[in-house]
């Protein structure tokens, strides 16, 4: 009889330890499963894309779809993603089509992301991404995306937004590196250029010097994909725009 005990044992424990493992990578390959990510930016960043991978730890082949819930989204603005290379437009929330990943494999970059329009409208928006299997070959697991739309907010004595400039970077897509002109009132000591990635985590500053107005931004040690830079005054955003780096 206990010659039995194991064998039994085996078969009942064997489907718990062949089961896949899905896991949520960032750009960076960090493990984001089951988190909240947030991504910051103000009224002039219209369009974010946040790349989003998916990895398949165990060694059986699966099939994953995905089901977007809208949490909040503000009025005027929308949440969409792109699945296998076709985007959807916002009303979709499902996919019919699974993303196919055997042992150990991991998605492309144009297999999902997630893409959000401010539509000009401040505020938080946020939704969630769940993953899961029609025949639950692993545990459902999400990652959820919060755009916190920022409106800048002046006090009496800060500069006039006509004596400050942030222009466009050259060249962009950045290639080692790239140039970027401002202008920043001479009063102000305290400015820096900041560039975050687009979950809003900060990359690089580079303080100003109040007696130029050109500064040369080293790319090389940045991953390759899009970011935000702003010019901050006196610790407060005043313009943002967008970086691509393609080293």
């Not at 000591?189 to 050109?214: C, F, M, P, W, Y």
Request: glycine share 4%; net charge negative.
């Amino acid at each position: 009889m206990k010659k039995l005990i194991l064998p039994l044992l085996y078969i009942m424990l064997f489907p718990f330890f062949a089961q896949a493992q899905l896991v949520i990578l960032d750009s960076e390959m960090d493990d984001i499963t089951d988190q909240t990510i947030t991504v910051d930016g103000t009224l002039e960043d219209s369009y974010f894309k946040v790349d989003v991978f998916l990895k398949n730890s165990g060694d059986e082949t699966i099939e994953i779809f995905v089901q977007k819930i809208e949490i909040d989204v503000m009025d005027g603005a929308y949440i969409t993603f792109c699945w296998k290379e076709y985007c959807f437009p916002p009303e979709v929330f499902n996919v019919q089509e699974p993303i196919i990943l055997e042992g150990d494999q991991t998605t492309r970059d144009t297999d999902f992301y997630i893409e959000f329009h401010n539509g000009e409208t401040g505020g938080i928006s946020e939704a969630r991404f769940e993953f899961y299997s029609e025949n639950e070959s692993f545990d459902t697991v999400s990652i959820t995306v919060k755009f916190d739309i920022s409106i800048p907010t002046f006090t009496d004595d800060f500069a006039p937004r006509s004596s400050f400039h942030l222009s466009d970077a050259q060249p962009n897509p950045a290639r080692g590196h790239t140039w970027i002109n401002y202008s920043v009132p001479s009063h102000n000591t305290n400015a820096r250029i900041v560039i975050r990635n687009l979950l809003g985590k900060e990359v690089h500053t580079q303080n100003l010097d109040i007696n130029s107005n050109r500064v040369r931004i080293d790319t090389q040690r940045f991953t390759n994909g899009i970011y935000i830079y702003s010019l901050m005054i006196d610790n407060q955003i005043v313009e943002s725009k967008r970086l691509v780096v393609a080293n």
